[in-house]
């Protein structure tokens, strides 16, 4: 900062360490009242509903890290082809690496940049 002198310096230990375990202290705090006061207001209203094992709700719907192994699966209507084309597309995450490891060289190549910003918007479309 541009201090020469040490008195106008901070020492990180003793101030900001207790500074950073209080704050996390009173979160902490917080949200044990919240679940002890209110312990249904952060769940799903659906969680209140009777069960009904033959009807699967319309709203259902994987997590977004899963949105494109969902959509490979719905996408192809075979269920060997699905699980092969969701393997190959585990799979191809593996080989990137590998291939790209291979050619260590600082040429610039078209093509492999094309194909690496397709396999981006592939990805990013699935999702």
């Known amino acids: 900062m541009g201090y020469s002198r040490n008195v106008y310096k901070v020492y990180?230990?003793?101030?900001?360490?207790?500074?950073?375990?209080?704050?996390?202290?009173l979160v902490l705090l917080?949200?044990?009242?919240?679940?002890?006061q209110f312990p249904y207001y952060l769940g799903d209203p659906d969680n209140f509903k009777i069960a009904n094992s033959?009807?699967?709700?319309?709203h259902i719907k994987p997590e977004w890290y899963f949105l494109f192994a969902y959509s490979?699966?719905?996408?192809?209507?075979?269920?060997?082809?699905g699980v092969v084309a969701l393997l190959i597309s585990t799979l191809i995450?593996?080989?990137?690496?590998?291939y790209n490891n291979c050619i260590k060289s600082?040429?610039?190549y078209p093509l492999r940049q094309l194909l690496h910003w397709f396999f981006i918007n592939n990805f990013i479309?699935?999702?």
């Open 12 to 25: 990180f230990h003793p101030y900001f360490t207790i500074k950073d375990i209080l704050i996390f202290v």
């Open 30 to 36: 917080f949200f044990i009242f919240l679940i002890c």
């Open 54 to 58: 033959i009807i699967t709700p319309a």
């Open 72 to 81: 490979i699966l719905r996408a192809i209507p075979n269920k060997l082809g």
């Open 93 to 98: 995450l593996y080989i990137i690496p590998l």
């Open 106 to 108: 600082n040429k610039f």
């Open 125 to 127: 479309m699935l999702t």
